[in-house]
C-alpha cells in the first residue's frame, strides 16, 4: 500500500473469508459464497466482475449489472493476456487496486487464477465467488444441479 492510500474497512463476511484465505495460504483475499457475493453487491460493499468469456455470458446468461472482463476468450478458452489491465482500467472509477471485488466465473476455477493475477499486480481486496455461475459438474456430467450462482435462485439473465 503506498503512503498516500486509504485503509479500507472491508465487510464482517469479507473479513472472515480474508482471515480464512490468510489460515489457507492463499495469495489473493479469499473466497465467498454467490448469497454472501450477492448481498454484498446489493449493499454496495463490492463489485461484481465476471471473468467468463463473452460467449457463456451471452449464451449461459450473466448477472445484472455486473462488470466484464474476460480471463480467457473465445471457446478454446485462450488465455487473455491483458486482461490485468483491462480490470484495471475497468476498475479505475470504482477504487482501482483498492476496490472490494468479487470475481465470478463458471465454476469457481477460473476465478482464482484471475484472483491471483490481480492480487500478483497488487490489488488488494479480490475475492472469489466459490461455486461460480452454474457450478461444478455432477457425476451425470452437468452443472447447476447441486451448487452455483443459478442454483441459488440468485439473478440472473440471458440473452
Not at 472472515?16 to 454496495?44: E, F
Not at 476498475?91 to 487464477?113: N, W, Y
Request: with cysteine; glycine share 10%; net charge negative.
Amino acid at each position: 500500500m503506498t503512503a498516500d492510500a486509504v485503509e479500507i474497512a472491508l465487510p464482517v463476511a469479507l473479513e472472515q473469508a480474508h482471515a480464512d484465505a490468510v489460515a489457507q495460504g492463499l495469495s489473493y483475499a479469499g473466497g465467498v459464497s454467490p448469497t454472501t457475493a450477492w448481498a454484498l453487491v446489493q449493499n454496495g460493499q463490492a463489485l461484481l466482475v465476471d471473468v467468463r468469456t463473452t460467449e457463456e455470458r451471452k449464451f449461459v446468461g450473466h448477472v445484472p449489472g455486473s462488470l466484464h472482463v474476460a480471463w480467457a476468450t473465445g471457446t478454446a478458452l485462450t488465455r487473455n493476456p491483458r486482461f490485468v489491465r483491462e480490470l484495471e482500467a475497468k476498475l479505475a472509477p470504482h477504487g482501482g487496486k483498492e476496490a472490494v471485488v468479487l470475481l465470478l466465473c463458471r465454476s469457481g476455477k477460473r476465478s482464482v487464477l484471475a484472483a491471483e493475477a490481480a492480487a500478483a499486480v497488487g490489488f488488494s481486496h479480490v475475492f472469489n465467488i466459490l461455486e461460480g455461475f452454474e457450478g461444478e459438474i455432477d457425476a451425470t456430467q452437468q452443472r447447476g444441479k447441486d451448487d452455483g450462482w443459478r442454483y441459488q435462485g440468485l439473478p440472473w439473465v440471458q440473452d
